[in-house]
């Protein structure tokens, strides 16, 4: 397994692989790594002959007063974790090589993020576009994987890797969830004991809103008031509770074919996602 620092560098040595015919398997992530993201790995390992994941802390996806600061950061624990999924490279580029001084081009995918988190995170699917269009044009993968626990990125994703003709297959892996259902996330680490017990009510709260809609109830309005009613007095603060077209990601309010139910919420000063995709 080899660190690499630089696009140049990792542009190369792929360029080098692929001309043998090696495919090429490509895990984006913002390091921390958890049960997850080795899902993923595990994933492109099987799929693909050599498997690159990137770390980096994208800054430009962060609002002001989001936790760029302060979101946890483990190179060694990352290093032995990639070393034990057989991982090829791990792709550490430092920030100045991402945003050098006088970066000045972004990347927009409009319509699919101005619902849900796009709402109420002002530029973070302009931050995230850009971080993986440019991390796609550094690995030119034939596989991307995403995980499906950031519902609307990864679709967000994959309209961007169409969109701007990336060649890359975008691969959706389902979410990883502790044994009380809490789906993973580097952010649980925030949660004190107290709101870490509490935070399963998320997903037990979508899983009755499954039921729900699978014994038939269509109205999303009514289901929706369900999930908040479970889970207003575990929680501090709930961003949405909304249910999706799975495809453009717009409120609907009578359930017929497959949707997204998404849920954002503050545990103190911890914000937590999570979905599910039911067809009734
Ligand atoms: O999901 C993440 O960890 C990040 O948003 C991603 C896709 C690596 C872009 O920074």
Redesign the pocket.
């Known amino acids: 397994m080899k660190t690499i620092h630089s696009a140049r560098s990792m542009a190369r040595e792929l360029a080098r692989l692929r001309k043998k015919g090696a495919t090429v398997g490509f895990v984006?992530?913002?390091g921390f790594l958890h049960e997850g993201h080795l899902s993923l790995i595990r994933r492109a390992r099987k799929d693909t002959d050599i498997v690159v994941v990137?770390i980096?802390v994208?800054p430009v996806?962060f609002g002001p007063r989001e936790d760029y600061r302060r979101y946890p950061r483990d190179m060694r624990h990352d290093k032995r974790m990639c070393l034990r999924e057989k991982v090829d490279y791990i792709l550490y580029p430092g920030l100045k090589q991402m945003y050098p001084e006088g970066y000045s081009t972004y990347v927009e995918v409009q319509g699919l993020t101005s619902n849900l988190c796009g709402k109420f995170r002002p530029g973070h699917f302009r931050?995230?576009a850009t971080?993986?269009m440019k991390l796609l044009n550094i690995v030119r993968p034939d596989k991307v994987y995403?995980?499906q626990k950031?519902a609307q990125?990864a679709i967000v994703?994959k309209r961007l890797a169409a969109d701007l003709d990336t060649g890359a297959r975008v691969v959706i892996v389902p979410t990883v969830r502790e044994k009380d259902g809490l789906a993973m996330s580097s952010r649980n680490t925030y949660l004190s004991a107290a709101e870490r017990g509490l935070a399963p009510t998320i997903y037990r709260a979508l899983q009755e809103a499954r039921l729900l809609i699978k014994s038939g109830n269509k109205d999303a309005h009514r289901i929706i008031s369900k999930i908040r009613g479970q889970i207003i007095n575990t929680v501090d603060g709930i961003d949405y509770i909304s249910i999706v077209d799975t495809k453009d990601l717009v409120d609907i309010k009578r359930i017929e074919g497959e949707v997204l139910v998404a849920v954002a919420v503050w545990f103190g000063k911890t914000r937590l996602i999570d979905n599910i995709i039911v067809r009734p």
């Open positions: 984006p992530t913002m990137s980096f994208n996806q931050g995230v971080i993986v995403v995980g950031d990125q994703i």
